[in-house]
């Protein structure tokens, strides 16, 4: 090869992830409660009573009704600290048939709900706006079966998407997705808001590995659509409806997965790149030379990369540029895998597209560049109030909105990046600011939304539409599909109770 790589490991010191979530967590003060924020009007559900609470209790067990402030007040806020609800109550049922029962009764009382798995939703989908009953499905955490030969785990709602992995892992098998909220985020959650993530690339999306889903309606009904076939034609499929509904036509309490083989072979490279035009050529290239063994091609700006590397005392393994391409190969052969990454790259250091960049195929050294990758989510917490868009774009203008805002907000702003996964068209955004202001955000909304429009482009890629978003869906969704989404919702939840003010615009 023409031109050696910088070594890895001299440079990276390993750094405990979670620490670093539990600084982003505490940096901020109490957020503004989102019905004050974003001027909110509560809608005519009933109040929650002593009774009602008794009732839980009954049902649940006291240790299971959490109603201490204390106790409750986490519940109520989402992980970026935008939102801030005023729920009173918080149950954990441990089964479908509490859930059911839960909501069979909230129905009849009218008593609106918010169904919340690991909380770490980033469009405020996941915490109450008022007093709405929150869902919580940490104990529902059971495995429940994998066959080893299929691939098709089944298990509840409420598992840790890390913890599938691991237990699948030891059994030659991976989740098909992967995020940098893993170890929080439960497949619940992943499955209502469709979760994209790091690997999506390669294994695709949740409509795509979600065999089944088993599910409880509004008014109790437990719906069982829990086969693990792969080819299941019998009428409609129904999963899809709970999949990425954001908890807003049903509550999901197991799924059925399909996990692909454990790839023998994985390799990492992270690259310095000139410029944005340059990413677009070398994932061109990548796609060509790398074929059926990428998953994953991701990029991020220097403000990014440099936001989390000063903000969370991360290392960066190679030198400043301005791009960063991270490049991921699942293979199953080692020798033909690093043979193909080798002459890709010595091809493309030799054209000039990466200027400088590290490979590496030991694990620890591949999980401390995912972790800089994935700690950019959080990274602009500690500096201040973090505004987040998650679009998609055709690639000719992925990045054309990063500099478009920089100008637009005009030193407004402590910084703004971009970064992401440039393989499914999907930029983040982030713009940090001391402090949330109106006029920042009238500044950026719905300013985002119209130029995303103008290239028909998504509004939300991946995050979901939440609290955040539901006034700015029409930019994504023409008036057909949004009534027939409200048919769906007034058919299936015709009482409003399932995590109102979310996704769809006021009916
Ligand atoms: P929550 O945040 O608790 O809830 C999300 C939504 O789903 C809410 O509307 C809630 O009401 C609903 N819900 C939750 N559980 C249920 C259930 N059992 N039944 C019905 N509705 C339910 N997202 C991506 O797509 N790709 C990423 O790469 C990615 N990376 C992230 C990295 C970080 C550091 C963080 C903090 C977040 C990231 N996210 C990402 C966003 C978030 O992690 C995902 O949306 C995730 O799928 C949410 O799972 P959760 O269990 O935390 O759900
Ligand atoms: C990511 O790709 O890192 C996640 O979607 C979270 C984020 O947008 O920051
Ligand atoms: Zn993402």
Redesign the pocket.
């Known amino acids: 090869m023409s031109i050696m790589f910088r070594k890895l490991g001299i440079l990276i010191k390993s750094i405990e992830k979670n620490n670093i ?1 539990e600084k982003v967590r505490c940096a901020s003060t109490l957020p503004q409660l989102s019905s004050e924020k974003y001027n909110i009007k509560r809608k005519q559900f009933s109040n929650v009573e002593s009774t009602d609470v008794n009732y839980f209790k009954r049902i649940l067990g006291e240790e299971r009704v959490l109603t201490e402030e204390t106790d409750v007040m986490p519940y109520n806020i ?3 600290k935008n939102c801030r609800g005023q729920s009173s109550v918080v149950l954990k049922p441990k089964s479908t048939e509490e859930v059911s029962n839960i909501l069979k009764y909230c129905n009849e009382r009218r008593l609106a709900v ?10 405020g ?2 915490v109450p706006v008022f007093d709405e009953i929150i ?3 940490t104990l ?1 955490n059971k495995v429940i079966s994998l066959d080893e030969i299929s691939g098709a785990l089944i298990c509840e ?2 598992c ?2 890390e913890n599938l992995d691991n237990y699948v892992r030891d059994r030659n098998l991976i989740m098909p ?6 170890g ?15 690997r ?1 690339l390669r294994y695709g999306n949740l409509h795509g590995s979600i065999l089944g889903i088993e ?1 409880v309606k509004a008014d109790g009904t437990v719906i069982d659509c829990l086969k693990a076939l792969k080819k299941d034609n019998t009428g409609y499929h129904l999963k899809h409806l ?1 999949i990425g ?4 036509l ?4 197991k799924v059925a997965v399909h996990c692909p083989a454990l790839p023998k072979a994985v390799t990492l490279g992270f690259f310095g790149v000139e410029n944005f035009e340059n990413i677009l050529q070398l994932y061109r290239s990548a796609k060509t030379s790398l074929g059926e063994i990428l998953s994953a091609f991701e990029m991020a700006d220097f403000e990014a990369i440099n936001t989390t590397v000063k903000n969370l005392k991360l290392p960066n393994p190679i030198a400043d540029y301005p791009f960063y391409v991270l490049v991921e190969t699942h293979g199953s052969d080692e020798g033909h895998d690093s043979e193909k990454l080798s002459r890709f790259l010595s091809k493309e250091m030799d054209s000039g597209l990466i200027l400088d960049g590290t490979v590496t195929s030991e694990p620890a050294k591949i999980q401390t560049i995912w972790n800089l990758r ?2 950019i ?2 990274a602009g917490l500690v500096q201040g109030y973090m505004f987040k868009y ?1 679009v998609s774009l055709p690639l000719r203008n992925y990045y054309d909105l990063v500099p478009q805002l920089r100008t637009k907000l005009n030193g407004r702003a402590s910084v703004v990046f971009g970064y992401g ?1 440039v393989g499914d068209g999907n930029i983040h955004i982030n713009v940090i600011v001391p402090e949330y202001t109106k006029e920042i955000c009238s500044l950026l909304e719905p300013y985002i939304f119209e130029e995303v429009s103008k290239f028909n482009g998504s509004i939300s ?4 539409i ?1 609290f955040r978003k539901p006034h700015f869906i029409h930019y994504s969704k023409d008036p057909s599909a949004l009534q027939l989404m409200k048919d769906l919702k007034q058919l299936m939840d015709p009482n409003g109770i ?2 109102p003010y ?2 769809l615009p006021d009916m």
Do not use: Y
Request: hydrophobic share 35%.
């Open positions: 979530r989402d992980w970026i918010c169904p919340q798995g690991g909380n770490t939703g980033l469009v989908g996941s869902i919580n499905f529902m709602s409420g840790i998407l997705l992967d995020l940098g909220a893993k929080t985020c439960q497949i619940g959650g992943n499955a209502s808001t469709n979760a994209g993530g790091l999506l599910a709970f509904s954001e908890g807003t049903g509550v999901i309490t994935e700690s989510a959080g998650d996964h890629a991946e995050h979901g939440g399932l995590n979310k996704v």
